[in-house]
């Protein structure tokens, strides 16, 4: 059981925007940044935002993260089949002392 | 060009031993937060252990008293020493450079550690 709560799997059209969304508490999400990482089948992981919703050099503004509270999101607007991975969710836990990650979200592009 | 190489994994029997190393080129180790991350055969990402510029390391409760992350600046080089390993340790292991222990880029390719007798 991941301490970052995110839906197993989302879909969408190409074109489409979809939103995956990840859950916290206030030890993590509630008082530190969230940061993104996309991963396709077999290879490592890529970050793919920072700091809730800062892009690094490189990543399209297709994607754009955001947060409230205790809660975060990414959003992919203008869905492509090259979209089509598993991303996760990841922050601080002052309580833990530690990174917590999501448990991941499949993405398929119909 | 920003760089990591891991080595070291393998299959081990329960309550056995490894070392696995993360060699860096293009960047320093010393001046970052180098981090270990795994990954489960078919589940998620797991953060394992981080060791920062000054010195200050941190572990998964899962791995606290039996791994211990360590670094040779000289040869740009971090390692991750597993002891009593478990079934459940059995994972991909990925090396990270960070600049802060959650911007992790890059990352490095993978070794992948199988627990089994």
């Known amino acids: 059981q991941s301490v970052l709560t995110q839906p197993p799997s989302a879909s969408g059209t190409p074109g489409q925007r979809v939103t995956i969304s990840c859950s916290g508490s206030s030890s993590n999400i509630g008082s530190n940044s969230v940061y993104w990482y996309q991963q396709f089948p077999g290879t490592a992981p890529k970050l793919l935002i920072y700091s809730n919703n800062q892009r690094p050099s490189g990543v399209p503004d297709r994607f754009s993260g955001s947060w409230s509270g205790t809660s975060a999101s990414l959003a992919i607007s203008g869905l492509r089949s090259q979209d089509e991975a598993d991303y996760y969710c990841?922050?601080?836990?002052?309580?833990?002392?530690?990174?917590?990650f999501g448990g991941g979200t499949k993405l398929t592009v119909l | 060009e920003v760089q990591l190489v891991e080595s070291g994994g393998g299959l081990i029997q329960p309550g056995g031993s490894l070392r696995l190393s993360c060699a860096a080129s293009g960047f320093t180790v010393s001046g970052n937060y180098m981090t270990w991350v795994r990954q489960a055969p078919g589940k998620g990402l797991e953060w394992v252990s981080f060791i920062y510029s000054g010195g200050r390391t941190g572990y998964a409760e899962s791995v606290k008293g039996r791994f211990t992350i360590s670094r040779d600046n000289s040869n740009n080089t971090f390692f991750l020493q597993m002891n009593t390993l478990r079934p459940e340790d059995t994972a991909v292991y990925y090396c990270a450079r960070g600049s802060g222990p959650l911007y992790l880029d890059p990352w490095g390719q993978g070794t992948l550690v199988t627990v089994s007798s």
């Open positions: 990841a922050a601080w836990d002052d309580s833990l002392s530690g990174v917590v």
